[in-house]
């Protein structure tokens, strides 16, 4: 799905009003849109407190208000201006909230204010994505109450297209101080996904992105996309009837040394919850009977013979992961140096990666593509000097341009790209990723969907999209972050893979959605 500047998507929203769509419609659907999400991601969430703005994006919160209040949530609406400084949306919205409930709290805002506990959401309508400039007056205080409240009191904040505040800034120039903008936990993109929630730099206050389709028709490509589960659902194919085990692929799981078991067991479980047909682990000789004892009992474990020969299981390979655990000395490269001759697809992560920092040549040498997944601190080794978080995107078409590789540069926004391809970039996962082993489990999705048959930037950008959706699956089922587990992410991936197939019948747009109003 295209990311747009800000200019696009109200250039997108006056295209619509001249055919005919009127802004009230509009309105109409993106709150019954969000409100779907809103009730998916926090199906336990009893009371809402929604803090409403006098433009339009107020008026999209009272939507959202009303549809909570009619699924039996208990609602609380504060304004944050008198209400006869409502825009003319805004107004029509707050009768419309009215009429059904008339008993629904309509507060106006006050420093005193009874946030949420835990199993709160407060819902951000307060500034829409044409507020220009620094917060200020109540808006500011508004922000830093709710920031210093979310901090302490631990209710979720989502925020309604663009978390307020934020539209001030850029990716070369994000906020110094924590209350120049809403901190967010979810933020409900309308229509499109704006440049500004698409910055590393600036997703400390955008959170997890969710992205309401603006249209089913298909729009021109421009350089720069989000993943989304509608548009992934299709590249993972049903299976025939007729099948075979190997018709899955042969994925083998090159990692792990003595001291770094874990690392090649976590890949294999990941590959085999996301389908490879048959999985091998090839580790260090002195490290094998320890991963054997460890691995699920469907992988086959053996140790990469001494006298330096390629195993015929590495030869015989449909795809191969390479790296985790597997330590850099002279033995990995010779290693790295064989699993290139193959000719399958290789995928390259962590100690691979910090070998081939040293040796570049190798890619010369890789006789199949070739895909890397290196987080930040790898990057750096890989091109030799350290960068900014506003360089992501140079460093990784420069590098991808020179050695013509796929490439999952990890971070809050993972970027994925591949010579003459678009940057795509993640919207799944959450904070509870951010634990030793994740890289792993991500390496063993991809590696199974290589060993599957799907094209590298393929198997890329659908396995770092159920990677986070299976982080997201287990935080919705737990209520915390803290103590998220790879082992949790394998088991969940069965679930991710049935949610990203039901997103593909649920992406009509907010242009078709209008037409189904009266």
Do not use: Y
């Given at each position: 799905m295209d990311i747009l500047s800000i200019k696009e998507m109200v250039a997108r929203e006056e295209e619509a009003f001249r055919s005919g769509v009127t802004a009230a419609k509009l309105m109409e659907a993106a709150g019954e849109a969000m409100t779907h999400r809103i009730t998916a991601i926090y199906p336990h969430a009893r009371k809402i407190l929604v803090l409403v703005g006098k433009g339009n994006n107020g008026g999209d919160g009272l939507v959202v208000a009303r549809?909570?209040?009619?699924?039996?949530?208990?609602?609380?609406?504060?304004?944050t201006a008198p209400e006869n400084q409502l825009g003319e949306l805004p107004r029509m919205q707050m009768d419309s909230l009215r009429r059904p409930f008339p008993n629904l709290e309509i507060l106006p805002w006050r420093d005193d204010l009874d946030f949420p506990g835990s199993d709160g959401v407060v819902i951000d309508a307060l500034l829409g994505i044409q507020a220009h400039g620094?917060?200020?007056?109540?808006?500011?205080?508004?922000?830093?109450?709710?920031?210093?409240?979310?901090?302490?009191?631990?209710?979720?904040?989502?925020?309604?297209d663009l978390p307020s505040g934020l539209a001030a800034y850029e990716k070369d120039r994000p906020p110094q101080d924590r209350d120049a903008a809403v901190v967010a936990d979810v933020t409900l993109a309308v229509g499109f996904a704006k440049e500004a929630l698409c910055h590393e730099a600036l997703s400390a206050w955008v959170g997890r992105l969710e992205v309401i389709p603006w249209s089913q028709a298909k729009f021109q490509s421009v350089p720069q996309q989000v993943l989304v589960g509608h548009e992934l659902a299709r590249l993972l194919p049903r299976r025939n009837a007729l099948s075979h085990k190997r018709d899955f692929g042969r994925l083998v799981i090159v990692a792990g040394n003595l001291g770094f078991t874990g690392a090649p067991i976590l890949c294999a479980q990941a590959a085999q919850a996301m389908g490879a047909g048959l999985i091998s682990v090839v580790t260090r000789d002195d490290a094998a009977a320890i991963v054997a004892?460890?691995?699920?009992?469907?992988?086959?474990?053996?140790?990469?013979?001494?006298?330096?020969?390629?195993?015929?299981?590495?030869?015989?390979?449909?795809?191969?992961?390479?790296?985790?655990?597997?330590?850099?000395?002279?033995?990995?490269?010779?290693?790295?140096?064989?699993?290139?001759?193959?000719?399958?697809?290789?995928?390259?992560?962590?100690?691979?990666l910090n070998a081939l920092a040293k040796n570049l040549e190798l890619l010369r040498e890789a006789k199949g593509p070739v895909l890397l997944t290196p987080h930040p601190g790898e990057m750096s080794r890989l091109i030799g000097r350290k960068f900014a978080v506003d360089e992501?995107?140079?460093v990784a078409r420069e590098f991808v341009d020179k050695h013509n590789v796929t490439l999952v540069l990890k971070g809050t926004r993972t970027l994925i790209t591949a010579l003459g391809q678009p940057f795509f970039i993640n919207?799944?996962?959450?904070?509870?990723?951010?634990?030793?082993?994740?890289?792993?489990?991500?390496?063993?999705i991809v590696g199974a969907l290589?060993?599957?048959g799907l094209s590298p930037l393929d198997a890329a950008r659908l396995g770092v999209w159920l990677h986070g959706h299976a982080a997201d699956l287990v935080l919705a089922e737990r209520g915390c972050e803290e103590g998220l587990t790879p082992t949790m992410l394998s088991a969940h991936l069965g679930a991710a893979l049935v949610s990203l197939r039901a997103q593909a019948v649920e992406s009509i747009g907010l242009l078709e959605r209008v037409k189904t109003f009266r």
């Open positions: 549809h909570l209040a009619s699924s039996g949530r208990l609602v609380q609406v504060i304004l620094a917060l200020r007056g109540t808006i500011a205080e508004v922000v830093a109450k709710l920031n210093a409240a979310r901090a302490e009191r631990f209710f979720r904040t989502v925020a309604l004892a460890q691995a699920p009992p469907e992988a086959m474990v053996s140790g990469w013979p001494k006298n330096g020969k390629t195993p015929e299981v590495v030869s015989q390979a449909s795809a191969i992961v390479i790296g985790p655990g597997l330590s850099v000395d002279a033995q990995t490269t010779d290693i790295l140096r064989a699993v290139l001759a193959v000719g399958c697809p290789v995928l390259i992560d962590a100690d691979g992501r995107e140079s919207t799944t996962g959450n904070p509870g990723l951010s634990t030793g082993g994740s890289g792993d489990t991500l390496s063993g290589l060993a599957q």
